[in-house]
């Protein structure tokens, strides 16, 4: 089993910056990638970023060159570093972790982001 707590979302104005903690416990030897992924209201849940063990990194097009994905191997962390936010960018952020042996994708609780214009 694998545990995940996001910490670091709040309110900001647009054009500012927060930057989200995904911290993971438990059988973390097997994780392999770590995700970003986010939630509208009235919207379906869509990846936002991730980065793979190895350092691959992946991001949507509605983030790049604004958002950063980063992991601390050795913390079993994972950070999401968002600048030049926009009000379309709130959300519930969740963190995902995948175990590489079993497949299974486990999810942390959410974090609320909140971009005011």
């Known amino acids: 089993q694998v545990q995940l707590v996001e910490s670091g979302g709040g309110l900001v104005q647009a054009g500012g910056s927060l930057r989200l903690t995904c911290v993971a416990s438990g059988t973390t030897f097997a994780i392999n990638a770590m995700a970003w992924y986010r939630q509208a209201p009235g919207k379906q849940r869509e990846l936002v970023a991730s980065?793979?063990?190895?350092?691959?990194?992946n991001y949507a097009d509605s983030v790049k060159g604004r958002f950063t994905i980063s992991r601390d191997n050795a913390k079993n962390t994972v950070y999401l570093q968002m600048n030049s936010l926009k009000p379309e960018d709130t959300a519930v952020y969740y963190c995902?972790?995948?175990?590489?042996?079993?497949?299974?994708?486990?999810w942390g609780q959410g974090t609320q982001v909140t971009v005011s214009s």
């Open positions: 995902n972790a995948e175990n590489i042996a079993t497949m299974v994708l486990y």
């Open positions: 980065a793979t063990r190895g350092g691959r990194l």
